[in-house]
């Protein structure tokens, strides 16, 4: 079988048996995400190597670069790898106004780097729900949670009680991508450059 012809397939088994899972609804406003959780779902998936064109060719033009219906609960968008990976204002014992710009090996420049999937309504975590042991969340900026695991990346804000108990926990979206190692292999040179201090304060996000 041909390279795009597993990816076909692969792509119409995984939302397939996602697809069954967002149907199972356990109260208003709660949408499973168990399946988006299990990485055995994303082991033949080809991050670093589908193109725009093979996405478009399995899902059409409307999801080759932007938010597109996956299902009645979820929109989904497909990210690919950039010239610049990142750029980060400062990094320990250098100077603050020094600038650092990544990028990304021309070999991997426009392949598949990840799937975002946004709730199409507010969606809310079970209370009893429990992440993976292979998924670690931690608190940002007392107001959200971010949960790894090796290709998964869940955001999820949420708001205390009276005693400081979470009492509700609001799905942002679910990432699946490359891992941290994959991550790596793809990143080329860092170039940095020094700015006026108020050039960086206007330009920091």
Known sequence: MSG?????????????????????????????????????????????????ENIKAVFGKDCEAARCDFDDDWKMKFNYVNPVLEIRWFQPDQPRNRVFTTFSKPEYREKLLNIEFYPRRENFLRDDFVFPDNVKCFENGGREFNCWGARVFVKYNYKKGAGGAITQKQLVFI???????????????????????????????
């Open 4 to 52: 795009n012809k597993k990816f076909i397939v692969f792509f119409l088994l995984f939302f397939f048996a996602v697809g069954i899972s967002a149907q199972v609804k356990n109260a208003p406003h709660e949408v499973r995400i168990d399946k988006f959780l299990d990485e055995k779902n994303f082991a033949e998936f080809q991050f670093l190597v589908s193109t725009r």
């Open 175 to 205: 990432r699946i991508g490359v891992t941290q190692t994959e991550y790596e292999t793809i990143r080329s040179e860092t170039q940095f450059k020094d700015v006026e201090e108020t050039e960086l304060k206007n330009k920091r996000p």
